[in-house]
């Protein structure tokens, strides 16, 4: 079945540690999308890629980082200089602009 | 900016009830609204998309429709069972192109 694979589904990272939460994609999407989710706060958009070796950053990229490097593909990097990582991490993926998203299962961090 | 609000934040019914769940956003110049549901811990699934050209779409107890120019979205559920308690989110792709959410409903139906 096609679909968006996130891992690990937890995660757990000491101060000044970077950490790389992967996803995966096997619908042929070209989109592909981080969120963050807090409680008591909506979905907000970290970075976005629409095509392989190009991505642009979304409404709260500071302390985040990606790559693009295979359409299948698109890892999220959480850096030392993210000063409030803790939060839900959502990748998502679309067929181009606008069309229908597909959300993985999500990867939960901690900070330690 | 485009902003996307959902009132009430929760909603506690008993088990059968028609439910009607509200979006609205304030930027009318959308291209689609779809609707997701999230249970605790999971990811997000979709449960409708409606395009701009569209007034409403339908999924077994599920109806979405859309009314761009009063910049509003109703997500109405039928005979509501135990295993519809969720959260609800109503997200717009707009201007932006890119999906803007709301911060979700949080439904409970009790058996």
């Known amino acids: 079945d096609g679909g968006i694979t996130q891992s690990p589904k937890y995660l757990f990272r000491k101060e000044g540690q970077n950490v790389t939460l992967s996803c995966e994609q096997n619908?042929?999407?070209?989109?592909m999308y981080w969120y963050r989710q807090d409680p008591g706060q909506g979905l907000r958009l970290i970075y976005y890629?629409?095509?392989?070796?190009?991505?642009q950053k979304g409404d709260i990229a500071e302390g985040y980082s990606v790559s693009r490097e295979k359409k299948e593909s698109f890892p999220l990097t959480v850096t030392s200089a993210q000063k409030n990582p803790t939060a839900f991490y959502l990748c998502?993926?679309?067929?181009?602009?606008?069309?229908?998203?597909?959300f993985g299962s999500g990867t939960r961090l901690t900070v330690v | 900016k485009q902003e996307v609000t959902q009132i009430p934040a929760a909603l506690s019914v008993p088990e059968g009830e028609n439910l009607v769940l509200n979006c609205s956003f304030t930027?009318?110049?959308?291209?689609?609204l779809q609707w997701f549901r999230q249970d605790p811990g999971k990811g997000l699934t979709s449960l409708l998309l409606?395009?701009?050209?569209?007034r409403e779409q339908t999924s077994g107890r599920l109806n979405a429709s859309l009314d761009k120019s009063s910049g509003r979205s109703t997500l109405y559920i039928a005979a509501s069972q135990p295993g519809d308690s969720a959260t609800y989110l109503c997200?717009?792709?707009?201007?932006?192109?890119?999906?803007?959410f709301g911060k979700g409903m949080k439904l409970t139906v009790n058996p």
């Open positions: 409606i395009q701009s050209s569209q």
């Open positions: 619908l042929n999407h070209d989109a």
């Open positions: 998502a993926s679309s067929l181009r602009d606008r069309a229908s998203y597909t």
């Open positions: 930027d009318s110049a959308i291209y689609n």
């Open positions: 997200a717009v792709i707009g201007g932006s192109e890119k999906l803007v």
């Open positions: 890629s629409q095509i392989v070796n190009d991505f």
